[in-house]
Protein backbone atom coordinates (compact mmCIF):
# COMPACT_ATOMS: atom_id res chain seq x y z
CA UNK A 1 0.00 0.00 0.00
CA UNK A 2 1.33 2.90 -0.86
CA UNK A 3 2.25 5.79 2.05
CA UNK A 4 1.46 9.48 2.79
CA UNK A 5 4.56 12.13 3.69
CA UNK A 6 4.87 11.98 7.69
CA UNK A 7 3.82 15.70 7.24
CA UNK A 8 0.70 15.40 5.79
CA UNK A 9 -0.12 12.43 8.21
CA UNK A 10 0.34 14.79 11.10
CA UNK A 11 -1.69 17.59 9.77
CA UNK A 12 -4.38 15.02 9.14
CA UNK A 13 -4.23 13.27 12.63
CA UNK A 14 -2.72 15.61 15.01
CA UNK A 15 -5.01 16.79 17.89
CA UNK A 16 -4.29 19.74 20.48
CA UNK A 17 -7.10 20.46 22.76
CA UNK A 18 -7.06 21.68 26.39
CA UNK A 19 -3.31 21.14 26.54
CA UNK A 20 -3.58 17.64 25.17
CA UNK A 21 -2.30 15.60 22.71
CA UNK A 22 -2.02 12.25 21.07
CA UNK A 23 -1.36 10.51 17.21
CA UNK A 24 -2.02 7.53 16.17
CA UNK A 25 2.14 6.57 16.40
CA UNK A 26 2.60 4.00 18.03
CA UNK A 27 3.35 5.01 21.88
CA UNK A 28 4.59 2.69 24.67
CA UNK A 29 1.95 0.94 25.91
CA UNK A 30 2.75 2.44 29.65
CA UNK A 31 1.51 6.01 28.62
CA UNK A 32 -1.63 6.89 29.13
CA UNK A 33 -3.35 10.14 29.34
CA UNK A 34 -5.12 9.89 32.82
CA UNK A 35 -6.29 13.56 32.97
CA UNK A 36 -10.59 13.37 33.42
CA UNK A 37 -11.39 14.37 29.92
CA UNK A 38 -14.82 14.98 28.52
CA UNK A 39 -15.08 15.47 25.16
CA UNK A 40 -17.68 17.91 23.00
CA UNK A 41 -20.57 15.57 21.43
CA UNK A 42 -22.56 18.63 19.80
CA UNK A 43 -21.94 20.96 17.35
CA UNK A 44 -20.35 23.44 20.69
CA UNK A 45 -21.25 23.99 24.09
CA UNK A 46 -20.86 27.24 25.91
CA UNK A 47 -18.42 27.60 29.23
CA UNK A 48 -20.32 29.55 31.82
CA UNK A 49 -18.97 31.65 34.99
CA UNK A 50 -21.57 29.92 37.62
CA UNK A 51 -23.23 26.07 37.18
CA UNK A 52 -25.72 27.95 36.08
CA UNK A 53 -27.19 28.32 32.67
CA UNK A 54 -28.90 32.12 33.62
CA UNK A 55 -25.17 32.93 34.31
CA UNK A 56 -22.53 34.77 31.55
CA UNK A 57 -21.02 33.03 29.23
CA UNK A 58 -17.60 33.22 29.22
CA UNK A 59 -16.03 30.56 26.68
CA UNK A 60 -17.41 28.21 23.81
CA UNK A 61 -15.89 24.53 23.05
CA UNK A 62 -16.88 22.62 19.75
CA UNK A 63 -17.36 19.25 18.35
CA UNK A 64 -14.72 16.78 19.40
CA UNK A 65 -12.89 19.49 21.17
CA UNK A 66 -11.25 17.61 24.80
CA UNK A 67 -11.81 19.90 27.73
CA UNK A 68 -10.10 19.01 31.42
CA UNK A 69 -12.38 18.52 34.20
CA UNK A 70 -11.16 19.50 37.63
CA UNK A 71 -14.82 18.80 39.07
CA UNK A 72 -18.23 17.64 39.60
CA UNK A 73 -20.99 20.11 40.46
CA UNK A 74 -24.42 19.25 41.21
CA UNK A 75 -25.85 23.37 41.36
CA UNK A 76 -29.65 22.07 41.59
CA UNK A 77 -30.18 24.06 37.87
CA UNK A 78 -31.60 22.98 35.55
CA UNK A 79 -33.79 20.87 37.56
CA UNK A 80 -34.07 18.50 34.11
CA UNK A 81 -30.02 17.48 34.53
CA UNK A 82 -28.26 20.24 37.16
CA UNK A 83 -25.36 18.06 37.03
CA UNK A 84 -21.98 20.51 35.72
CA UNK A 85 -17.93 20.16 35.27
CA UNK A 86 -15.93 22.65 36.05
CA UNK A 87 -13.54 23.35 33.52
CA UNK A 88 -10.56 26.11 33.15
CA UNK A 89 -12.28 29.19 32.99
CA UNK A 90 -15.60 28.24 34.43
CA UNK A 91 -18.35 25.93 34.10
CA UNK A 92 -19.71 23.65 31.48
CA UNK A 93 -23.13 21.68 31.43
CA UNK A 94 -23.38 17.92 31.35
CA UNK A 95 -25.67 16.79 28.98
CA UNK A 96 -23.66 17.43 25.37
CA UNK A 97 -20.47 16.18 26.44
CA UNK A 98 -18.98 12.33 26.80
CA UNK A 99 -16.53 11.38 29.36
CA UNK A 100 -13.65 10.12 27.75
CA UNK A 101 -10.14 8.30 28.17
CA UNK A 102 -6.90 7.83 25.88
CA UNK A 103 -5.84 4.17 26.30
CA UNK A 104 -3.74 2.51 23.95
CA UNK A 105 -4.07 -0.95 23.09
CA UNK A 106 -1.69 -3.75 21.95
CA UNK A 107 -2.96 -4.63 18.48
CA UNK A 108 -3.79 -8.35 17.42
CA UNK A 109 -0.99 -10.13 15.21
CA UNK A 110 -3.28 -11.87 13.52
CA UNK A 111 -7.57 -12.07 12.67
CA UNK A 112 -7.55 -15.05 10.99
CA UNK A 113 -9.36 -15.19 7.21
CA UNK A 114 -13.07 -15.34 7.10
CA UNK A 115 -13.12 -14.25 10.60
CA UNK A 116 -14.59 -11.14 12.69
CA UNK A 117 -13.66 -9.58 16.28
CA UNK A 118 -15.53 -7.41 18.08
CA UNK A 119 -13.49 -4.42 19.66
CA UNK A 120 -14.01 -0.69 21.26
CA UNK A 121 -12.79 2.65 20.45
CA UNK A 122 -10.72 3.68 23.85
CA UNK A 123 -9.89 6.98 22.95
CA UNK A 124 -11.41 10.11 22.49
CA UNK A 125 -11.83 9.36 18.37
CA UNK A 126 -10.29 7.53 16.13
CA UNK A 127 -9.70 8.92 12.16
CA UNK A 128 -10.93 6.75 9.78
CA UNK A 129 -9.29 6.10 6.29
CA UNK A 130 -9.92 4.58 3.18
CA UNK A 131 -7.16 2.92 0.72
CA UNK A 132 -8.28 2.36 -2.97
CA UNK A 133 -5.25 0.84 -5.26
CA UNK A 134 -5.99 4.62 -7.57
CA UNK A 135 -5.74 7.22 -4.62
CA UNK A 136 -3.79 5.04 -1.75
CA UNK A 137 -4.61 6.62 1.40
CA UNK A 138 -7.29 9.33 1.78
CA UNK A 139 -8.66 10.41 5.25
CA UNK A 140 -13.16 9.87 4.94
CA UNK A 141 -14.91 12.74 7.06
CA UNK A 142 -16.54 10.91 10.07
CA UNK A 143 -14.83 9.37 13.57
CA UNK A 144 -15.61 6.32 15.07
CA UNK A 145 -16.16 7.47 18.78
CA UNK A 146 -15.06 6.60 22.08
CA UNK A 147 -17.33 3.59 23.19
CA UNK A 148 -18.72 2.83 20.00
CA UNK A 149 -18.04 -0.85 19.06
CA UNK A 150 -16.88 -2.00 15.76
CA UNK A 151 -16.13 -5.39 13.81
CA UNK A 152 -12.50 -5.92 12.36
CA UNK A 153 -12.27 -8.05 9.90
CA UNK A 154 -8.32 -7.77 8.74
CA UNK A 155 -4.90 -6.35 9.81
CA UNK A 156 -3.52 -3.90 7.41
CA UNK A 157 -0.05 -1.98 7.46
CA UNK A 158 -1.45 1.91 7.49
CA UNK A 159 -0.20 4.56 6.37
CA UNK A 160 2.60 5.38 9.67
CA UNK A 161 3.85 1.88 8.81
CA UNK A 162 1.72 0.29 12.25
CA UNK A 163 -1.34 -1.98 12.58
CA UNK A 164 -4.72 -0.10 11.21
CA UNK A 165 -7.65 -2.27 11.29
CA UNK A 166 -9.76 -3.18 8.56
CA UNK A 167 -13.38 -2.40 9.45
CA UNK A 168 -16.30 -4.32 8.15
CA UNK A 169 -19.33 -2.08 8.68
CA UNK A 170 -22.60 -3.53 7.68
CA UNK A 171 -23.89 -0.19 6.53
CA UNK A 172 -21.12 0.56 4.15
CA UNK A 173 -20.11 -1.16 1.18
CA UNK A 174 -16.40 -0.89 1.08
CA UNK A 175 -13.67 -1.28 4.33
CA UNK A 176 -11.98 1.35 5.85
CA UNK A 177 -9.34 1.64 8.58
CA UNK A 178 -8.21 2.81 11.70
CA UNK A 179 -5.07 2.72 14.06
CA UNK A 180 -5.19 -0.75 15.97
CA UNK A 181 -3.92 0.94 19.50
CA UNK A 182 -7.29 2.84 19.26
CA UNK A 183 -8.90 -0.17 19.13
CA UNK A 184 -9.54 -2.72 21.94
CA UNK A 185 -10.75 -6.34 21.27
CA UNK A 186 -13.56 -7.45 23.38
CA UNK A 187 -12.74 -11.23 24.94
CA UNK A 188 -15.31 -13.62 24.21
CA UNK A 189 -16.16 -13.91 27.31
CA UNK A 190 -17.18 -10.09 27.98
CA UNK A 191 -20.11 -11.55 25.90
CA UNK A 192 -21.25 -14.40 28.03
CA UNK A 193 -24.99 -14.66 28.39
CA UNK A 194 -25.96 -13.17 32.52
CA UNK A 195 -28.24 -15.54 33.75
CA UNK A 196 -28.99 -17.75 30.96
CA UNK A 197 -30.47 -20.25 33.20
CA UNK A 198 -33.42 -18.24 34.04
CA UNK A 199 -36.42 -18.82 32.43
CA UNK A 200 -37.59 -17.11 29.56
CA UNK A 201 -40.93 -16.20 30.73
CA UNK A 202 -39.13 -14.76 34.20
CA UNK A 203 -37.63 -12.14 32.62
CA UNK A 204 -38.95 -8.78 31.23
CA UNK A 205 -38.07 -5.12 30.87
CA UNK A 206 -40.10 -2.47 31.75
CA UNK A 207 -39.69 1.38 30.50
CA UNK A 208 -41.31 4.00 32.29
CA UNK A 209 -41.67 6.67 30.00
CA UNK A 210 -42.92 9.52 32.66
CA UNK A 211 -40.07 9.11 34.97
CA UNK A 212 -37.38 7.55 32.49
CA UNK A 213 -36.43 5.09 33.82
CA UNK A 214 -35.40 1.51 32.49
CA UNK A 215 -36.02 -1.83 35.08
CA UNK A 216 -35.06 -5.83 34.04
CA UNK A 217 -37.28 -8.01 35.99
CA UNK A 218 -35.89 -11.67 36.91
CA UNK A 219 -38.58 -13.70 39.06
CA UNK A 220 -40.02 -9.96 39.45
CA UNK A 221 -36.90 -9.27 41.20
CA UNK A 222 -35.27 -5.60 39.69
CA UNK A 223 -31.83 -7.01 38.18
CA UNK A 224 -31.07 -3.94 36.76
CA UNK A 225 -32.79 -0.38 37.14
CA UNK A 226 -31.41 3.07 35.47
CA UNK A 227 -31.80 6.16 33.96
CA UNK A 228 -32.66 6.21 29.99
CA UNK A 229 -33.50 8.87 27.35
CA UNK A 230 -36.34 7.57 25.01
CA UNK A 231 -37.56 9.76 21.88
CA UNK A 232 -38.45 13.40 21.87
CA UNK A 233 -42.32 13.53 21.53
CA UNK A 234 -42.51 16.86 19.06
CA UNK A 235 -39.56 16.01 17.17
CA UNK A 236 -40.84 16.17 14.24
CA UNK A 237 -41.96 19.21 11.92
CA UNK A 238 -44.13 18.36 9.56
CA UNK A 239 -46.54 15.09 9.40
CA UNK A 240 -44.90 13.33 6.54
CA UNK A 241 -41.54 13.30 8.90
CA UNK A 242 -41.13 9.77 11.07
CA UNK A 243 -42.28 10.19 14.27
CA UNK A 244 -39.24 10.19 16.77
CA UNK A 245 -41.76 9.45 19.63
CA UNK A 246 -41.40 5.77 21.34
CA UNK A 247 -43.93 3.69 20.89
CA UNK A 248 -45.96 2.46 24.04
CA UNK A 249 -47.29 -0.60 24.67
CA UNK A 250 -45.92 -4.74 24.97
CA UNK A 251 -42.81 -5.93 22.62
CA UNK A 252 -40.38 -8.68 22.23
CA UNK A 253 -36.66 -7.81 21.74
CA UNK A 254 -36.99 -9.32 17.72
CA UNK A 255 -33.00 -8.89 17.21
CA UNK A 256 -29.74 -7.92 18.55
CA UNK A 257 -26.22 -6.60 17.17
CA UNK A 258 -23.48 -5.67 18.87
CA UNK A 259 -22.20 -3.16 16.44
CA UNK A 260 -25.01 -1.03 14.76
CA UNK A 261 -24.04 2.28 11.90
CA UNK A 262 -27.26 3.82 12.51
CA UNK A 263 -27.92 6.31 9.44
CA UNK A 264 -27.25 6.37 5.79
CA UNK A 265 -23.98 4.69 5.88
CA UNK A 266 -22.69 8.10 3.41
CA UNK A 267 -18.89 7.78 3.19
CA UNK A 268 -19.10 11.41 2.24
CA UNK A 269 -21.06 12.16 5.24
CA UNK A 270 -19.57 14.85 7.41
CA UNK A 271 -18.92 15.54 11.13
CA UNK A 272 -22.36 16.92 11.83
CA UNK A 273 -24.55 14.66 9.34
CA UNK A 274 -26.71 12.03 11.09
CA UNK A 275 -24.20 8.69 10.94
CA UNK A 276 -23.45 7.23 13.96
CA UNK A 277 -21.08 4.01 13.03
CA UNK A 278 -20.53 1.63 15.90
CA UNK A 279 -23.51 1.84 18.12
CA UNK A 280 -23.42 -0.30 20.72
CA UNK A 281 -25.33 -3.47 21.91
CA UNK A 282 -28.09 -2.55 19.95
CA UNK A 283 -31.25 -4.68 20.87
CA UNK A 284 -34.14 -3.96 18.14
CA UNK A 285 -37.73 -4.58 19.74
CA UNK A 286 -39.95 -3.50 16.66
CA UNK A 287 -39.60 -4.09 13.12
CA UNK A 288 -39.41 -0.48 12.39
CA UNK A 289 -36.21 0.39 14.00
CA UNK A 290 -36.73 0.81 17.38
CA UNK A 291 -34.19 -0.61 19.50
CA UNK A 292 -32.29 -0.29 22.95
CA UNK A 293 -28.70 0.63 22.47
CA UNK A 294 -25.76 2.30 24.30
CA UNK A 295 -24.59 6.26 23.96
CA UNK A 296 -21.81 8.15 23.27
CA UNK A 297 -23.30 11.26 21.78
CA UNK A 298 -24.96 12.79 25.02
CA UNK A 299 -25.17 12.64 28.97
CA UNK A 300 -28.57 13.74 29.49
CA UNK A 301 -30.42 10.50 30.84
CA UNK A 302 -33.19 10.63 32.17
CA UNK A 303 -34.87 13.35 29.46
CA UNK A 304 -36.29 12.49 26.16
CA UNK A 305 -33.22 13.13 23.59
CA UNK A 306 -33.14 10.33 20.66
CA UNK A 307 -34.76 9.94 17.10
CA UNK A 308 -37.68 6.99 19.01
CA UNK A 309 -34.89 4.68 20.27
CA UNK A 310 -34.42 3.68 24.09
CA UNK A 311 -30.91 5.65 24.99
CA UNK A 312 -28.83 4.42 27.80
CA UNK A 313 -25.39 4.71 29.14
CA UNK A 314 -23.26 2.00 27.40
CA UNK A 315 -22.07 -0.19 29.93
CA UNK A 316 -26.14 -0.92 31.26
CA UNK A 317 -26.69 -1.29 27.28
CA UNK A 318 -23.86 -4.17 27.41
CA UNK A 319 -25.39 -6.00 29.91
CA UNK A 320 -28.95 -5.91 28.79
CA UNK A 321 -27.56 -7.48 26.11
CA UNK A 322 -25.44 -9.90 27.03
CA UNK A 323 -29.01 -10.43 29.76
CA UNK A 324 -31.91 -10.42 27.59
CA UNK A 325 -33.19 -13.31 24.67
CA UNK A 326 -32.28 -14.38 21.98
CA UNK A 327 -28.75 -15.30 23.02
CA UNK A 328 -26.15 -13.89 21.23
CA UNK A 329 -23.35 -15.76 19.17
CA UNK A 330 -20.31 -14.22 19.80
CA UNK A 331 -19.09 -14.07 16.31
CA UNK A 332 -22.43 -13.08 14.72
CA UNK A 333 -23.60 -9.84 13.05
CA UNK A 334 -26.80 -10.57 14.43
CA UNK A 335 -29.31 -12.47 16.19
CA UNK A 336 -32.81 -13.03 15.53
CA UNK A 337 -35.54 -14.46 17.60
CA UNK A 338 -38.75 -14.41 19.64
CA UNK A 339 -36.60 -12.88 22.87
CA UNK A 340 -37.44 -11.29 26.17
CA UNK A 341 -40.90 -9.27 26.98
CA UNK A 342 -41.01 -5.74 26.36
CA UNK A 343 -43.25 -3.48 28.44
CA UNK A 344 -43.46 0.32 27.48
CA UNK A 345 -45.78 2.67 29.33
CA UNK A 346 -46.48 6.04 30.58
Not at 179 to 198: G, M, Y
Not at 270 to 276: A, F, G, V
Not at 278 to 299: E, L
Request: proline residues 7%; negative net charge; contains cysteine.
Amino acid sequence: MRSISRRDFLKLFGLAAGGMAFTPFLPPFNEFEDRYLVRVATKSVSVYSKPDDTSVIVGQWFRDDLVTVYDEVNSGTPAYNPNWYRVWGGYMHRARLQKVQVLYNEPLSIIPEGTRRLGEVTVPYAQVMRYTRVYGWQPLDFRLYYDSVHWLDGIDEGPDGHSWYRIYDELVSVPYHVPAIHIRPIPLEELDAISPDVPFESKRIEVNLTTQVLTAYEYDQAALQTKISSGIVAGRHTLKELSTKTPNGEFHIEEKMPSKHMGDGNLAADIDDYELPGVPWTCFFTDVGHAFHGTYWHDNFGNPMSHGCINMQTPDAKWLFRWARPPHKADAIFNRGFGTLVKIFY
